[in-house]
């Protein structure tokens, strides 16, 4: 099984360009289901959910290739309803191919995605309201049989809690239903913004009524398109909570910084110095690292995909740190190995209490999820000495060239096969 070294204690220094937003490329691809046009894509991370993405479309009979980074989709023949747990299993995101195809068949077979490390993660939200659209739906041995006797008819649905893929997997659904659809209490990520774009400009009819409202005529037609991805935020947040915690010098480029307010807003009560650009921001950072509150919250809130890289931060903080984890139940799997490298976090229910000063030291480690993961190979690069990071097939879900983006400013990591 592949790991990481990682030797610590280098001060970050550079500029590192980000890449394509996964978590947008994911329901962008799920959405490219509904168009008989070819669509080009730009801007796609080179990640396994991505590929796992592509692999899950080609199994439901797209056509797919890459011709000089564009990723070209003809779904002009496409006609497979049936997504398998083998796919789905390994990447939630997997269940957003229940509502495109619910709205060009009527009908359609998709596995549960089921548990992961950091919580049960239903989708109970997702089939409620698709069930308002007019579909039926049984669970039968973890897989979703669903069918909509009468095709899909919009509706008025308000969400009972704001879900980001169940507001992805809705509105792909609704593009396609009859008349008109309001969704309320959806979730507002830069991500489902992105979606929007992507599916406005194939020709669906979609407006945001108020801030957390969308209306969507149906359409029956879609056209040709190129569309470039936007970028990873929680990329962007990852690496300038590396260079805060190395004291390092950084620009993290290709982005659009007003995205990322809440974080770079954080990142300098915290003390670090941000200097913020058209299409970058520049960290600086310090030695004094301030301890504060964080909750994670939805956007524009503190993304909980980036609590745990936080977390690493206000270890190293002057005083004690609180962080709330309001979005997952069990997001805190990073916190024994940080221990084990001379943290000292206490886990009470959803609050992590982090007391300040720590001085990481080098140890072997085991990645858990993601997030946890990148969390981890941080504390590494503040370590002293030689850290080993296991299980990193975790990290290639999510993160383009990681190692590789690392070395050129400055970090001495490597992967060991
Ligand atoms: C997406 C992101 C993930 C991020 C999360 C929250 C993608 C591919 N993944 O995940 O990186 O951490 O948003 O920002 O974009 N819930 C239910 N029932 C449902 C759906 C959700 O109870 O049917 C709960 C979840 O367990 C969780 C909360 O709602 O506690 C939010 O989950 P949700 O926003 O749906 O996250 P995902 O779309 O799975």
């Known amino acids: 099984m592949q790991k990481l070294e990682v030797f610590g204690a280098n001060k970050l220094k550079g500029e590192i360009n980000i890449s394509g937003s996964k978590n947008a490329s994911l329901p962008i691809l799920a959405a490219s289901l509904l168009s008989s046009k070819k669509i080009y894509l730009k801007n796609l991370p080179k990640v396994k959910d991505i590929e796992t993405m592509i692999n899950l479309l080609k199994s439901l009979g797209s056509k797919i290739k890459f011709e000089k980074k564009i990723l070209i989709i003809d779904n002009s023949s496409q006609n497979k309803k049936f997504a398998s747990y083998n796919l789905v ?153 590396a260079a805060a915690v190395t004291e390092g010098n950084l620009k993290v480029k290709n982005i659009k910084p007003s995205v990322i307010k809440t974080e770079t807003e954080i990142l300098k009560k915290i003390g670090s110095k941000i200097i913020i650009k058209k299409k ?27 609590q745990a890289q936080i977390m690493v931060l206000l270890c190293k903080a002057n005083i004690n740190s609180q962080i709330k984890e309001d979005i997952f139940e069990n997001r805190f799997m990073h916190v024994a190995e940080l221990n084990r490298m001379g943290a000292q976090i206490s886990i009470k229910g959803n609050q992590a209490s982090i007391k300040g000063n720590t001085i990481f030291k080098s140890a072997e480690l085991m990645a858990t999820d993601l997030r946890a993961s990148v969390s981890l190979i941080l504390a590494a690069l503040a370590a002293d000495g030689k850290s080993i990071i296991n299980r990193i097939y975790h990290l290639d879900r999510g993160y383009e060239n990681l190692e590789k983006k690392l070395k050129k400013v400055g970090a001495r990591i490597k992967r060991i096969y």
């Open 89 to 241: 299993k390994t990447m939630r995101a997997g269940i957003l191919v229940l509502g495109p195809l619910l709205a060009k068949f009527g009908n359609a077979k998709v596995s549960l995605p089921g548990g992961c490390a950091i919580g049960t993660r239903p989708v109970n939200i997702h089939l409620k309201a698709l069930s308002k659209l007019g579909v039926k739906y049984k669970i039968v041995q973890g897989y979703v049989h669903a069918n909509a006797p009468k095709g899909l008819i919009g509706s008025k649905i308000r969400f009972s809690k704001i879900s980001v893929g169940a507001t992805e997997n809705l509105i792909i659904a609704s593009c396609f239903a009859k008349g008109k659809t309001i969704l309320s209490n959806c979730a507002i990520e830069p991500e489902i913004k992105d979606l929007v774009s992507f599916l406005k400009k194939m020709g669906c009819k979609i407006e945001w009524i108020k801030k957390r409202s969308i209306k969507i005529i149906g359409v029956n037609h879609t056209n040709e398109i190129s569309y470039s991805v936007m970028f990873d935020r929680i990329e962007a947040g990852t690496y300038l909570v």
């Open 280 to 306: 970058e921001i520049q960290i600086i950072g310090k030695k004094k690292i301030k301890g504060m509150r964080i909750k994670t919250a939805p956007y524009p809130g503190f993304p909980t995909d980036l």
